[in-house]
C-alpha cells in the first residue's frame, strides 16, 4: 500500500477528522444551494441549527440515534419558538429564560443522552435569540434553525447505518493507544534518576486518566449496542470488539502492577544490562499496543512482532546469569521473575489480539456492568438536593444567566446575547474547569475577532466568506477535542460570519463581541466563586472513603479468585473497574484543587493520599494480575486489611472520627523459603498493608490537626 493511501485512510478514520467531514459536507450542502439561489440569509441560519445539531450529536445504535433525533427536533422546535414567541416581552421572557436553564440541565441527571439534549436545547435557544433582530417573520428561525439540525442528524444518521460500529472501533483504539503511552511512560522508570520518579508517577496518574476513561467510554458503547441481544443475536464485529475490550481490561490490570519499589530497585539489582532489558521489552509491547489500535481504528490485521519472543528469552537469559554471578536473594529474585511473567502474560494477550483481528470470532455471551435503574421520584428527590453537583451547577448557570439576561435588558442590548452563549460554554461545574474555559474562551474569542477584522476586508464577497466560514467550521471540530483556545478562534470566526451574513447590511460589530465575551467570562467566574463554590476540598473525605471502600471490594474479589479459580466474569471486572474509577477521581481533585484557593495543609493532604492510594492500586493490581496461582492468599490478614479499609470508609462517609486503632502488622518473611509466589505475595501484602496504615492516618488527619510527614511506600515495578 502506497504512503499517500495510508496516509489518507489514517486520516479518514481519525475520529476528530471524519466527525469534521461529516459536519462540513452537512453545512456544504445547506450553504452553496442558498448561495446559488441568493437566498445567503437563510442559508446561515440553516448552518446554524447545523451546528448546533452537531453539537448535541450523541453516540447511540441506529435505532436509538434516531428516537433521540425526533426528540431533538421536538425539543429545538418548540423552545425556538417559544423564544420567538416571548422575546419581546422582557419581564416575562428573563424568569421563563432562568428557569428553563435549570430544568434543561438537570435533566442531564438522567444520562448522557439527556444532558446532551438539553445542552442542545439551550444552545440553539441562544442562536435564536442572537438571530431574532434579522428574522423577517414569525416561523422563520423555528423552521429554519430546525431543518438545519434536523439535515445534519438525518446525513449523520444515514452515516452511521453505513458504519454501525465506526464509533467503536475508534474508541477501543484510543483504549489500546492510552496503553501504549502508559506502557512507554512506565519504561521510562528503568533510566531515570530518583528525584525524577515523583515526577514520572504523577505523570503515570495522569496517563491512567486518560485510559480508565477510554475505557468506560468505550464500555458504554458497547453496552448501547449489545442491550437487549442474546448470544446469537451478536454478528461477528460485535463479539469482535467485545473480545478486544475484555483483553485491553486485561491488559491494563497487568501494566498497573508494581513488582518492587522503583527507588530500591537501582540500590539492589545493580545490573545496568538487565535494567536495559526491562526497559526495552516494556518499550516493544507498548509500541505493539499502538499498533494494535491502529489496526483496529483502520479495520486491518494486527501483526505481532516476533522480536518481543525473542527478546523475552533474552531477558530471562541475562536475569538467570545475573543470578549466578551475585546470587540475588529471593526477596529480589521473585519480584523480577515475576516480572519477566507479566510481560510475557502481555506478550501472549497481543498474540491473542492478533488471532482475534485475523478470523472471525464466534458469538459470546459477555455481561457488561449496567448501572441499576434508579425510579424516577427518589432520582428526582437526590437530584434537588443542595448537595447534588448538577443541582448546584444548574442554580449557579441560571442566576448567571439571570445576570446576563438583566445586562442585555437593562442596557437594550439587541445582540447581547452572545453574553449569554459565552456564559453556557465557559460556565463548568468546577472552579478549575471554568477557570480553564475562562481562559481558552478569551484567548481564542479575542483571537477570532483579530482575525476576522483583515479577513473581512481582504474578502468582502459572500463567496469567499462562505469559503472561510466553512472551513473554520471543518478546523473547529477537528480541533476542539484537542486544542480547545484554538477551536473557539474558528467558531467565533464562524458565528461571526455567520450572523454577519444573516444580515449583509449591518457592519460586524468585533468590538461589541469581544466586549461580550468579557462580561461574559466575568460573569461565570463570579458565579463558581460566590454561588455554591465547588471547592474539591470539601469533597475530598467523600473520595477518600470511595476509593477505600473499592479497594476493599477489589482485594476480596482478588482473594475469591485465588480460592475459586481464576475468571473474568462481571463480579470480578466491576470491582476492579470501581477502584480504578476511585483512584482516577482522586487524582482529578488533586488537579483541581492546585488551582483553587486553598491553604498548603490541603494541597499536601491531597497529594498524599492521591499517590498513595495509586500506590496501593498498583500492588492489589500485581496480586490481580497474578491471580492463577493455586495457593491461597493468607487470609487472616486479607480479611484484616478488608476490614481496615471498610471501617475507614464508613467513618469518612458519616463525618465521625476515626478510631484510634493500632497499626496493621506486616507478615515476617522467611527467609529460608524458596516458593517464589510466597514470597512476592507476602511482600505484596506488606506492602498494601503499609499503605493502608498510611492512609488510614491520612483519613484521621481530617478531624485533626495537620499530621506530620510520614513514610509510605512508594509505587513500584512493573
Known amino acids: 500500500m502506497s504512503p499517500a493511501i495510508t496516509w489518507l485512510r489514517r486520516v479518514f478514520t481519525d475520529s476528530h477528522f471524519f466527525f469534521a467531514l461529516k459536519v462540513l459536507l452537512a453545512m456544504i450542502s445547506l450553504v452553496l444551494p442558498g448561495w446559488w439561489l441568493d437566498q445567503t440569509p437563510a442559508a446561515m441560519t440553516l448552518a446554524l ?203 491494563h490490570e497487568r501494566a498497573t502492577s508494581s513488582h518492587y519499589p522503583y527507588q530500591q530497585l537501582n540500590q539492589d539489582l545493580k545490573q545496568a544490562d538487565v535494567l536495559v532489558g526491562y526497559q526495552i521489552l516494556l518499550m516493544e509491547l507498548g509500541q505493539a499496543c499502538y499498533r494494535l489500535g491502529y489496526a483496529i481504528l483502520t479495520h486491518n490485521t494486527y501483526r505481532h512482532s516476533k522480536r518481543i519472543t525473542w527478546e523475552l528469552s533474552a531477558l530471562q537469559d541475562q536475569l538467570d546469569y545475573s543470578h549466578l554471578k551475585r546470587h540475588y536473594p529471593p526477596s529480589l ?106 481562559m481558552q474562551r478569551t484567548l481564542g474569542t479575542f483571537g477570532g475577532i483579530v482575525a476576522a477584522v483583515p479577513l473581512l476586508h481582504l474578502f468582502p464577497s459572500v463567496g469567499a466568506q462562505l469559503v472561510i466560514l466553512l472551513l473554520c467550521i471543518f478546523i473547529f471540530f477537528t480541533q476542539v477535542k484537542v486544542y480547545y483556545s484554538w477551536a473557539v478562534g474558528f467558531v467565533t470566526l464562524f458565528v461571526l460570519l455567520a450572523f454577519n451574513l444573516q444580515d449583509a447590511m449591518a457592519e460586524p460589530a468585533f468590538l461589541a463581541r469581544l466586549l461580550d465575551t468579557l462580561i461574559g467570562c466575568a460573569l461565570a467566574f463570579v458565579a463558581v466563586w460566590f454561588i455554591w463554590p465547588d471547592w474539591q476540598r470539601r469533597h475530598l473525605p467523600r473520595l477518600m472513603a470511595d476509593a477505600m471502600e473499592a479497594n476493599a471490594h477489589y482485594l476480596a474479589a482478588i482473594a475469591r479468585q485465588f480460592e475459586q479459580g481464576r475468571d473474568d466474569e462481571l463480579d470480578y471486572r466491576l470491582p476492579r473497574k470501581q477502584a480504578h474509577l476511585a483512584d482516577n477521581q482522586l487524582a482529578l481533585a488533586w488537579q483541581n484543587i492546585r488551582v483553587e484557593p486553598v491553604p498548603r495543609f490541603w494541597l499536601n493532604l491531597c497529594f498524599d493520599i492521591a499517590y498513595r492510594n495509586h500506590a496501593l492500586l498498583s500492588y492489589l493490581s500485581t496480586l490481580g494480575a497474578h491471580r492463577m496461582h493455586s495457593a491461597p492468599l493468607q487470609g487472616d490478614q486479607i480479611q484484616q486489611l478488608v476490614d481496615r479499609l471498610l471501617a475507614s470508609a464508613q467513618a469518612l462517609r458519616s463525618e465521625e472520627a476515626l478510631p484510634d486503632y493500632p497499626p496493621l502488622p506486616t507478615s515476617t518473611l522467611d527467609a529460608d523459603n524458596d516458593d517464589e509466589w510466597l514470597i512476592l505475595s507476602r511482600q505484596l501484602l506488606n506492602q498494601v498493608t503499609l499503605l493502608v496504615n498510611a492512609l488510614y492516618q491520612q483519613a484521621q488527619s481530617f478531624h485533626h490537626l495537620p499530621p506530620p510527614t510520614e513514610d509510605a511506600p512508594a509505587p513500584g515495578l512493573g
Open 49 to 251: 441549527g447545523a451546528m448546533a445539531g452537531a453539537l448535541s450529536e450523541v453516540d447511540q445504535a441506529p435505532k436509538g440515534r434516531l428516537r433521540h433525533l425526533l426528540l431533538s427536533l421536538l425539543c429545538f422546535f418548540g423552545a425556538i419558538t417559544l423564544v420567538t414567541l416571548l422575546i419581546d416581552i422582557p419581564l416575562l421572557f428573563g424568569p421563563l429564560l432562568v428557569l428553563s436553564t435549570l430544568v434543561l440541565i438537570l435533566i442531564g441527571a438522567w444520562g448522557p443522552a439527556a444532558g446532551t439534549l438539553g445542552f442542545g436545547t439551550l444552545l440553539i435557544s441562544l442562536y435564536a435569540m442572537q438571530g431574532h433582530v434579522d428574522s423577517p417573520s414569525f416561523w422563520y428561525q423555528p423552521v429554519l434553525l430546525t431543518l438545519g439540525a434536523a439535515w445534519y442528524g438525518l446525513l449523520s444518521w444515514l452515516v452511521l447505518l453505513v458504519w454501525p460500529y465506526k464509533q467503536v472501533h475508534e474508541q477501543l483504539a484510543q483504549c489500546y493507544f492510552a496503553l501504549s503511552r502508559y506502557l512507554l511512560e512506565k519504561s521510562r522508570f528503568f533510566d531515570s534518576p530518583q528525584e525524577q520518579h515523583q515526577q514520572r508517577r504523577h505523570q503515570l496518574a495522569q496517563l491512567n486518566i486518560q485510559l480508565v476513561s477510554a475505557l468506560e467510554n468505550t464500555k458504554q458503547m458497547l453496552n448501547l449496542r449489545t442491550q437487549g441481544r442474546g448470544k446469537q443475536e451478536q454478528d461477528q464485529e460485535l463479539s469482535r470488539l467485545l473480545a478486544l475490550y475484555l483483553l485491553v481490561q486485561e491488559m
Open 333 to 438: 529474585l521473585s519480584p523480577m521473575r515475576f516480572l519477566a511473567r507479566n510481560m510475557a502474560s502481555l506478550h501472549q494477550s497481543l498474540q491473542r489480539a492478533e488471532a482475534l483481528t485475523r478470523r472471525q470470532p464466534e458469538p459470546v455471551s459477555i455481561e457488561l456492568a449496567r448501572p441499576d435503574p434508579v425510579p424516577f421520584w427518589p432520582r428526582l428527590k437526590a437530584l434537588l438536593h443542595p448537595n447534588a453537583l448538577l443541582f448546584r451547577h444548574g442554580v449557579r448557570l441560571s442566576l448567571c444567566f439571570a445576570l446576563g439576561y438583566a445586562l442585555i435588558a437593562g442596557f437594550e442590548l439587541e445582540r447581547g446575547y452572545w453574553i449569554l452563549l459565552t456564559i453556557l460554554f465557559v460556565c463548568k461545574p468546577s472552579f478549575s474547569a471554568t477557570r480553564k474555559r475562562l
